[in-house]
């Protein structure tokens, strides 16, 4: 792992792979760099991949408080440092950081977000997340928040939990509480965003809950530059329920030009 120093000093880690051109991957909640693993081999076979540890987790460093716009900057610091123009992978709370960063940065090449949040959060959710946590009860923490909020459906939640990776997962269980909070507090600015002119996809499940479907049409309304691409069959992680679908898509649009 090679870290950077993000702009409060806290230390970014990053996994570099591959060759190419260079693609930053921003991993979600529940994860770390390691949650790109089932499409990794072949992403490196085009690009120099940069699969970043998002603050609190993996070899990355954490700030005694924390806020979201730290997350923005963290983003646009490892983009800053490869140096050139950069293209960016977010996927879900990673997707939302990716874009904040675009407007932190001149480096970014293309964009690509994958639903992006927040989401409703169902009422006492996340109190009860907490009460799990207090309670030492990681597992039952991470499955009602994949049930609820991100509301995967059975046989997706199956395979994720039996993912190699989960154990890496229940490790970072504790920051769900301190990035929803901060994702129901974050307000969407549209305007903000008139003068980003990144090429820029969104990508979204076509079986993916009605508030993903409306997060995306709301990026897609607020970036001069943005197509929506429609992920069929899938939801939320088509990276481990399609990787051959999602990485074709990926690399289409990166390789085009212009």
Not at 66 to 76: C, G, H, L, N, T
Not at 123 to 130: P, S, T
Request: proline share 8%.
């Amino acid at each position: 792992m090679e870290k950077i120093r993000s702009t409060d000093g806290t230390s970014i880690a990053y996994e570099r792979s591959g060759e190419g051109p260079p693609l930053v991957l921003v991993h979600g909640a529940l994860a770390s760099h390691q949650r790109w693993v089932s499409i990794l081999p072949a992403l490196e076979n085009q690009f120099t991949v940069y699969a970043i540890d998002r603050r609190g987790r993996g070899q990355s460093g954490d700030a005694p408080t924390y806020a979201i716009d730290r997350e923005f900057e963290d983003v646009a610091a490892v983009v800053n440092s490869i140096g050139g123009e950069v293209n960016v992978l977010g996927h879900s709370y990673g997707a939302l950081c990716a874009l904040e960063a675009s407007l932190l940065t001149a480096n970014i090449r293309r964009l690509i977000a994958y639903e992006p949040p927040p989401a409703p959060v169902p009422d006492g959710l996340m109190a009860r997340i907490q009460n799990l946590l207090d309670a030492g009860d990681r597992e039952s923490a991470i499955m009602a928040f994949m049930r609820e909020l991100v509301r995967m459906p059975p046989h997706e939640l199956e395979q994720w939990k039996s993912s190699p990776i989960f154990p890496t997962r229940l490790a970072t269980v504790h920051t769900i509480p301190r990035e929803f909070r901060a994702a129901e507090a974050y307000r969407f600015e549209p305007e903000r965003f008139q003068k980003m002119t990144v090429p820029t996809l969104l990508l979204l499940g076509v079986d993916s809950p009605s508030f993903a479907k409306t997060n995306i049409e709301n990026w897609h309304d607020a970036l001069p530059n943005s197509q929506i691409v429609v992920l069929p069959g899938q939801q939320h992680i088509a990276m481990d329920t399609a990787p051959d679908l999602f990485v074709r898509k990926v690399q289409t649009f990166l390789a085009e030009i212009g």
